[in-house]
């Protein structure tokens, strides 16, 4: 019988050679067809890290231009599972580019340009974090900023205390002289860019109080998500007071850290204590390696043992 085609043997053409691995990619994505929804948390990711690594801030209408011009491409070319995969990827990264740049402008605030001060900053105790040494950290929201006309005033200050005020609590006003200067960008280039970590919470400056806060009658009444934040705050200061009263010392820095999140009771001698106390002996090297790993976990963002308790719990609901 005749053969039809190529003859046996005869060398492929440069196209079906560059088609094969084409061929095997679309064979295999079609394959995982069931998993894409999984890589759409990660193109949002993608778009907001890119978003982070544009050399320079866009404009609001041109970072929403591009979900505008993926929504287009994806109604109109999506025809077929890989033409939908592409389109949607990159209709998941830029919404992820939107979303940086909206929740930027949702946060912005004033931010201080130089060191002043002393200076009177009348506000509301949002935070009150005590330190491991003396004093404590606390986070005002400024109601007024001496010297400071009003659309200069941050949003948030965050100052350190030398004395400790234990009748202090989330949602006090107060009166407070300090000296303030704008959050301080990365030391080393690549380093943590605290300035970038201080707009997104809004904390238009940082410094210390030169004297004692005092409590003060304000004139403007508490917001409604102050009001319930800092019933919040209230609550976990009185548990981490607790527990480090219960537990003295660094292990009970450690239990408060990771049950409440708060983590300014700990020092750096936390890791020393507990090697002193577990590499006495050298065959407990492995338990060692688990207290270290426990202790690092205490520094954690809180919100990820926030969201292993939710799923632990919904699992035991569900199985009962």
């Not at 591009?66 to 999506?78: D, F, K, Q, S, Y």
Request: charged share 20%; with cysteine.
């Amino acid at each position: 019988m005749a053969r039809v085609g190529p003859a046996a043997g005869a060398p492929r053409t440069e196209g079906a050679l560059s088609a094969a691995p084409l061929a095997w990619l679309v064979r295999n994505l079609e394959a995982e067809q069931e998993r894409w929804f999984l890589w759409l948390p990660v193109m949002f990711g993608a778009g907001i890290a890119l978003y982070f690594l544009l050399p320079v801030e866009p404009w609001t209408a041109a970072a929403l231009l591009p979900v505008v011009a993926a929504l287009a491409v994806h109604w109109t070319v999506a025809r077929g599972a890989i033409a939908a995969l592409m389109t949607g990827a990159l209709l998941a990264t830029a919404l992820g580019i939107a979303a940086g740049k909206l929740r930027t402008e949702a946060v912005r605030a004033p931010v201080l340009q130089k060191l002043v001060g002393p200076v009177d900053v009348y506000g509301f105790v949002e935070l009150v974090e005590p330190r491991p040494t003396k004093g404590q950290r606390l986070t005002v929201r400024v109601t007024a900023l001496e010297k400071h006309e009003q659309h200069e005033w941050p949003a948030r200050v965050r100052v350190r205390t030398l004395t400790e005020a234990a009748e202090l609590k989330p949602g006090d006003a107060v009166r407070l002289k300090a000296m303030l200067s704008p959050p301080p960008g990365p030391a080393l280039p690549g380093d943590f860019d605290f300035a970038r970590a201080a707009w997104f919470q809004g904390l238009g400056a940082v410094g210390y109080a030169t004297a004692a806060p005092e409590p003060v009658t304000s004139a403007v009444e508490q917001p409604l998500t102050l009001r319930v934040s800092a019933a919040v705050a209230r609550l976990r200061q009185a548990i981490g007071r607790r527990i480090v009263e219960a537990l003295p010392g660094q292990a009970g820095a450690i239990a408060n850290a990771l049950i409440t999140g708060q983590r300014t009771w700990a020092t750096h001698e936390a890791i020393f204590y507990f090697n002193s106390k577990l590499l006495v002996n050298p065959d407990e090297v492995v338990e060692w390696q688990f207290y270290n790993g426990f202790y690092k976990l205490s520094f954690c963002d809180r919100s990820h043992l926030r969201m292993a308790a939710a799923a632990n719990f919904l699992w035991f609901t569900c199985r009962l």
